[in-house]
Structure formats: structure tokens, C-alpha cells
């Protein structure tokens, strides 16, 4: 547990290291959040073994991945005690991934039913077969 920002019993409107009067609730330990990471890794991999249809299976999985990435973050990087603008300078390189990768998307698609049949050039404009089998 971080000391320097830990509630005392000295500071006003605190009731200790246990919560507060204000109806906080204590932090979770470093092993907790471990088991809660640890239980939501295996629940993914359980996903993936069931017979969901693939849409289902991407949004859970991309669900559980932010919930565990917001969990590291919390904890391991100790921004549960930080201001709100740490968040934001913590959230900006992920939104500048999103837009990246929405941006990126469009190319990312050309050409790959080409790439599966095998083209010999598949960003050419004209259909080409692919290998003859």
C-alpha cells in the first residue's frame, strides 16, 4: 500500500486505514487485485474454448481487456490516488491509439481476400487467379 497517500486517523474526516466516514472503501491489496486479474484471465481463456459466435467473443474479450487494463492502472500504476489529470495525460496515448487504429483500418482491409487466395500481386487493380490447385 502506497503510505504517502493513506488515510490516518489524525487526518479530519478519516476513520482509518479501513475506509472512511464518507462511505469509501478501503483499497484492494496488491494480492487481491492479483486473483481478480488472475480469475478475469482465466474466464478469457474459457471464452475462447466455448462455441460463442465470434462477434460475442471479440466484445468480452475487448470488455475484459480494458476492465484488466483499468485494473493495472488503478493499482499498479497507482492512479486511484492521483488528481483527474493524471488520467487524462495516462488516457491520451489511448485515444491516440483508437484514432490510429480507426484511421489505419481502411488500408488494413485492402487486399486481403487477394492475400487469401494467393495472388501473385494482390494490389493490382485487375483480378489475377490465384495458384492453381
Do not use: C
Request: hydrophobic fraction near 45%; avoid cysteine; proline fraction near 6%.
Amino acid at each position: 500500500m502506497d503510505l504517502a497517500h493513506a488515510p490516518t486517523s489524525n487526518d479530519p474526516g478519516h476513520g482509518g486505514a479501513h475506509g472512511d466516514s464518507h462511505g469509501h472503501r478501503a483499497s484492494l491489496s496488491y494480492e487481491q487485485v492479483f486473483l481478480i486479474l488472475f480469475v478475469a484471465t482465466v474466464v478469457e481463456v474459457a471464452l475462447a474454448y466455448m462455441g460463442l459466435p465470434k462477434g460475442l467473443k471479440i466484445v468480452l474479450f475487448v470488455v475484459m481487456a480494458l476492465y484488466k487494463a483499468v485494473m493495472v492502472a488503478l493499482y499498479f500504476m497507482h492512479l486511484k490516488f492521483e488528481k483527474k489529470l493524471m488520467w487524462v495525460i495516462a488516457a491520451a496515448p489511448l485515444m491516440f491509439g483508437v484514432i490510429l487504429a480507426i484511421g489505419t483500418y481502411p488500408d488494413s482491409e485492402k487486399g486481403t481476400k487477394r492475400f487469401q487466395r494467393g495472388d501473385s500481386n494482390p494490389w493490382s487493380e485487375t483480378e489475377t487467379p490465384g495458384p492453381q490447385k
